[in-house]
């Protein structure tokens, strides 16, 4: 940390503390109603009389119980507001010590015209919607909605810009109603700026489908929907952002919005070469669309794997170079009452360069002898990625009764890396990846009410996939590389150019009718009739090419390199689900029976499987209070592998890897068990939140590798191992299970809030290698801990620390990596103009004992922007430290790795904002 860094730090730590030091006092006091009945969720609020500015608020306990603390001596308005009865106002004066209020409201008779509201109650309880009004929670120095989410309680925004509500992610993100890039948060917290929001709504137990609301459970669905400042409706809106840096650093960023009852439209670019990366490969294939699979909870798991050959990821979203290109369009349109049409293209370009670093050690077996050649690499990458999605979609609601929906979600990609890596076994590699793959998703739904005590839903969707991966890789001869033999490769060559075709084509229908017979007000049966029809074709082909240019197909090898497979897998099953609610309690057994097929085609042989198994499931969720809870699940499962697992014939993972699939596998059981607590108070505005999650698997998909070996040249008694291994997948009946304890506790005091956490989770399977059984054991563990202010007129620091301990066990081979990160995020306004920020973070990262590297990640901006002007100048400076890597560890069923990460050096930026 720089010398002015630590000035500067310093101030304002002084400047916070001297704020926090300011003498306080805490009123006390409750709410009830004209029968001396408690009044839960009230709003309590004090406003300055002298400043006229909002000092403190609270809400009633569920036994009316408020307690703010605001400054002593000081002359408030204490104002109590509770939806559908009268507000009461006092005046006090506060002196050094507590002081007690208790209130009496009364019942509203009618809403009077002309009365004239002051003040906006910070938040609102309606129901299932927890409505807060983003002033009473604002510092002043919030940009965007994720600035804004973070200030409210219950509310946390990832690193990544993903929104969770007292700890379950948010599915859908909406402004005025109106679906904003449904699929995704991300856009809408990076993106959406906080000078539009007037109030943020929390929908609980959300249902897109209001007929099936009160006979499915939707506890664990969470909406956001936003409401506009009243200047930004009917007129558009939006900010237009553009900088220069050093090292011909360049962004622009526009962003416009519209809104109006019946039409909106979002436009969101951004073009930079500073390392902000605004859609990532890893969001490409997590944004969902808002689809959700049809048959997700019918107790078969089959999820139509990537066939790509594992493109290198963003660590942090850092890398030595990024150069993105993002565009995206948002719209919705209402035709006439009954009926909304939306949608949304994206298009993200990235172009990224890599550096990396690597220690690779292979599993020992319990003799301690390696199973593999350790390995050192040294590797550059670049990659380029072009990324589309489309999806239209169409809502017909003509009535209470009827409801159709209809959903096309289109994915498109044109995607390549070049790496070039050094080995300290096998020396230079030259390997090349690319592949240009589509998808084509579709749903089609129709919702009917019959009457109050039948309800019907048919949900069919079908996906059309195609996958056309290519690998090749060009290496100098070797003795350690061995896979010259078993593929049959021309020896009498420079070197070894070879290369591989992979073709995988999926068509995949689902479909499933529901009928809810509603038996009361407590209770209701579904009875279900489902099918998943699945047709995959899988092509492979190794070939080798010469240095004439031609190409040889490999009819010399030891095993096949050709595949050409046909995997087909049928579901039908019928179930039955009864929903009781007794008392606090919630009970929801289940039961299905399913008629599994399974048939896969290759070599002219057929291999085919049926069999029918009953599924139980069961839920129960003890409802404490209204935001707290706790849930019960257990869930048998059936897990099918696809195609990619099948495939015979020898097929490249990497130059050191090949893969041997297994005609023969069947499928897996797995016995899964969730307990989970939350506790959600408005009171005091904290959250504590655990779960306990275990998994037990039967028959699991795991694999057998044999690695390959050589004599010494010099001494042939001794051999010599190398990293080429051929792996190959079979059902294990060996243990394979994993525990995991997750917990969290914040909570905020005053202006100050404080948070705790800790993931713990465990793993346990077993494997070959070499034919020798060897035990995989996992144990991770995560601590966090943050301390922060929350200010209006002062700067604002938040502390954090965070501890990673990863334990890895591969048979005789045991390590721990450990990560120490101390956090300090500042965020100052200061001459009314001006914004400071800090973002600061120390790693510390250690194997054992041995301590690896020590990396800081600090940036800091200052930006200037007069009251009420559409201009803002910010002044950026990206990785201050200079820091030049990164570490991260990685376990796989054969190796533990360590990697030093490259990424950007220190820049500077000099943006201008015009907000519209």
């Not at 019959?450 to 070797?478: C, M, R, W």
């Not at 896979?483 to 073709?503: A, P, R, T």
């Not at 990863?806 to 300090?824: C, E, L, R």
């Not at 360590?898 to 201008?912: A, G, H």
Request: charge should be neutral.
């Amino acid at each position: 940390m720089t010398g002015l860094t630590r000035f500067l730090l310093g101030t304002l730590l002084f400047m916070v503390f001297n704020t926090i030091s300011a003498q306080k006092i805490n009123l006390t006091g409750t709410v009830t109603d004209s029968l001396n009945m408690p009044l839960g969720m009230a709003n309590v609020v004090a406003i300055n009389q002298e400043t006229k500015v909002l000092d403190g608020f609270g809400i009633t306990s569920d036994k009316g119980l408020y307690k703010i603390s605001v400054k002593a001596n000081t002359k408030y308005s204490l104002k109590v507001s509770y939806l559908g009865f009268e507000s009461k106002q006092i005046e006090i004066t506060t002196l050094e010590t507590d002081r007690t209020n208790d209130f009496t409201l009364n019942e509203q008779v009618e809403n009077l015209d002309g009365v004239e509201i002051t003040y906006e109650m910070p938040v609102v309880v309606k129901g299932d919607t927890i409505e807060y009004n983003v002033d009473s929670f604002a510092t002043g120095t919030e940009k965007k909605l994720e600035d804004v989410l973070k200030n409210l309680p219950g509310v946390d925004v990832s690193d990544d810009g993903e929104i969770e509500v007292e700890g379950k992610a948010v599915g859908k993100v909406m402004v005025e109603g109106k679906d904003f890039f449904d699929g995704d948060s991300k856009l809408a917290s990076k993106n959406i700026p906080a000078n539009a929001l007037d109030k943020i709504q929390i929908l609980k137990n959300f249902d897109e489908v209001g007929q099936l609301k009160s006979v499915r459970d939707t506890q664990d669905s969470y909406a956001i929907n936003i409401k506009l400042k009243e200047g930004k409706k009917n007129f558009w809106f939006g900010e237009v952002t553009m900088g220069v840096g050093n090292e011909e650093r360049y962004i622009a960023h526009p962003k416009l919005f519209y809104y109006s009852p019946k039409s909106s439209i979002n436009i969101i670019t951004n073009l930079n070469n500073t390392g902000e990366v605004p859609f990532t490969r890893r969001d490409y294939f997590r944004f969902t669309g808002g689809f959700r699979g049809v048959g997700s909870n019918s107790g078969t798991n089959f999820n139509v794997g990537s066939s790509d050959m594992g493109f290198l990821s963003l660590q942090n979203n850092k890398a030595l170079d990024i150069t993105s290109k993002f565009g995206a369009v948002n719209f919705s349109q209402a035709p006439k009452k009954t009926w909304d049409l939306s949608g949304f293209a994206i298009y993200s370009g990235n172009r990224t360069v890599m550096k990396q670093n690597s220690s690779i050690d292979y599993v020992q077996a319990e003799n301690g002898i390696a199973q593999g050649a350790d390995e050192e690499t040294e590797s550059k990458t670049s990659q380029k990625s072009d990324l589309g999605l489309l999806k239209l979609s169409s809502s017909y609601k003509p009535n209470t009764d009827n409801h159709f929906d209809y959903d096309f979600f289109g994915r498109i990609s044109k995607q390549s890396q070049d790496r070039d890596v050094f080995s300290s076994l096998t020396g230079a590699v030259d390997e090349v990846q690319k592949q240009d793959p589509f998808s084509i998703n579709q749903n089609l739904n129709y919702y009917y009410t019959l009457d109050a005590k039948n309800i019907f839903a048919l949900e069919v969707q079908h996906l059309l996939q195609e996958e056309d991966p290519f690998y090749g890789a060009a290496l100098t001869q070797s003795d350690q590389f061995r896979f010259s033999e078993i593929l049959g490769l021309d020896n009498n060559q420079s070197g070894y150019n070879v290369n591989q075709d992979k073709l995988v084509k999926t068509n995949k229908f689902d479909a499933k009718l529901d009928y809810w017979y509603v038996l009361g007000t407590k209770s209701n049966i579904k009875f279900t009739l489902g099918s998943l029809l699945s047709s995959q074709k899988f092509n492979s082909e190794i070939f080798q090419i010469l240095d004439t240019g031609n190409i040889l197909s490999l009819s010399n090898a030891q095993e096949s390199v050709e595949n050409d497979i046909n995997y087909n897998l049928s579901d039908l099953y019928l179930g039955i689900e009864y929903r009781l609610k007794a008392g606090i309690f919630t009970f929801t057994p289940s039961v299905s029976v399913h008629n599994y097929t399974t048939k896969n085609v290759q070599s002219n042989a057929l291999v085919k499987n049926n069999f029918i198994r009953l599924l139980p499931n069961f839920n129960t969720r003890m409802q404490l209070k209204n935001s707290e809870d706790l849930n019960f699940r257990y869930s048998m499962q059936t897990n099918f592998s696809d195609v990619n697992q099948f495939a015979e014939a020898l097929v490249f993972n990497n130059y050191n890897s090949l893969f041997q699939g297994n005609r023969e596998l069947e499928n897996a059981l797995s016995h899964n068990v969730n307990l989970r607590y939350n506790n959600f108070n408005m009171f005091n505005f904290s959250n504590i939140r655990g779960s306990i999650n275990y998994s037990k698997r039967v028959d699991q998909v795991r694999s057998m590798s044999q690695f390959f070996s050589y004599p010494d040249p010099n001494d042939p008694t001794v051999t010599i191992q190398t990293a080429n291994r051929v792996s190959t997948p079979f059902n294990s009946n060996f243990a394979d299970e994993t525990f995991s304890v997750n917990g969290s506790y914040n909570r905020t005091f005053g202006k100050i809030k404080a948070g705790m956490g800790v993931n713990m989770s465990y793993s346990k399977f077993n494997q070959f290698i070499n034919g020798l059984q060897l035990a995989n054991e996992s144990y991770t563990t995560s601590y966090r801990t943050s301390l922060g202010t929350r200010f209006l007129n002062a700067p604002n620091i938040e502390f954090g620390y965070r501890l990673s301990v990863n334990d890895y066990k591969q048979g005789a081979t045991p390590v721990t990596y450990y990560t120490h990160t101390p956090t300090i995020k500042v965020d100052a306004q200061f001459l009314k103009s001006f914004i400071f920020n800090v973002d600061y973070a120390h790693y510390n990262y250690k194997r054992d004992k041995e301590s690896l590297n020590n990396y800081t990640f600090l940036n800091a901006s200052l930006g200037y922007q007069k009251k009420d002007s559409k201009w803002e100048y910010i002044l950026k400076a990206t990785n201050l430290a200079d820091t030049k890597s990164l570490n991260q560890d990685s376990i796989n069923t054969l190796s533990v790795s360590t990697s030093e990460y490259f990424i950007q050096p220190r820049y500077l930026t000099l943006k201008v904002r015009y907000n519209l």
